[in-house]
């Protein structure tokens, strides 16, 4: 899970090459930021700011280090998302270099048998789709949300072998690629399978504690190969347009 190489900065090339998260106090920890070509879960139970968490790091790393990016949303439209975003001080205008596509996007860009739409193969369908923006557009990062909504719209026969081989597709993209994952309420996974975890390169756990005071939110490492990290639980904090991490 840890390694012993430790690049105090980002890297523009080679093999310790990191993608910045631009959360204020984490890429420190995270010693620059994420491992270039990464799949990493972004998890949590509901109300955890995980689509937010995912959208903000490809939105900063597109605006101050030109990264091109994509936010695929199997969940909310295109238009939900951009003006959700822009209510917390991320607007879209000028941002060229990140495209938002959602589920109507996709179902326009498979090619299928229009009688017979149970026979979509979601899963190896969504990889081509991501590899043609990828060809036609350019991409560094990827957000996907959320892979619960992406189990919904699929059959698994053998979910293990199924998940594995959807992984690696993933990873022949070769791109740093953020997954939503939302953890079930009655089991400690990080997944709807339980072996999301393994699969995934890295893990960040966000979630929340209530308090007399109200309800608190906290990030934690759990899991970030060829890094030295912390495994504590930090707060997150969000305000005038930036997430931050706070050290106690």
Request: hydrophobic share 35%; charged share 25%; glycine share 10%.
């Amino acid at each position: 899970m840890n390694g012993d190489e430790s690049p105090e900065q980002p890297q523009e090339t080679g093999t310790d090459a990191r993608i910045p998260t631009h959360i204020m106090g984490l890429d420190s920890i995270l010693e620059g930021g994420v491992p270039k070509d990464y799949i990493v879960l972004i998890c949590g139970h509901a109300g955890t700011m995980k689509s937010t968490v995912g959208y903000s790091i490809i939105y900063n790393g597109c605006k101050k280090d030109g990264l091109r990016s994509i936010y695929l949303t199997l969940e909310q439209s295109k238009q939900s998302i951009l003006d959700h975003v822009e209510k917390l001080g991320m607007p879209s205008q000028g941002l060229d270099d990140l495209v938002v596509v959602d589920l109507a996007r996709v179902r326009k860009d498979i090619t299928v048998d229009k009688t017979k739409p149970q026979n979509v193969d979601w899963l190896k369908s969504i990889v081509g789709v991501l590899k043609n923006y990828k060809e036609k557009f350019g991409c560094e990062c990827l957000v996907m949300d959320s892979l619960a909504a992406l189990y919904a719209l699929t059959t698994f026969k053998n979910p293990r072998g199924e998940l594995f081989h959807f992984f690696e597709q993933i990873r022949d993209l070769g791109v740093t690629t953020f997954l939503i994952s939302e953890m079930p309420t009655d089991r400690e996974v990080y997944g709807l399978y339980g072996i999301e975890d393994f699969l995934s390169d890295g893990i960040i756990h966000l979630k929340v504690e209530q308090t007399s005071g109200g309800a608190n939110l906290y990030l934690g490492v759990v899991k970030m190969r060829k890094t030295h990290h912390t495994r504590e639980f930090m707060p997150l904090i969000y305000e005038n347009g930036r997430f931050e991490v706070v050290r106690q």
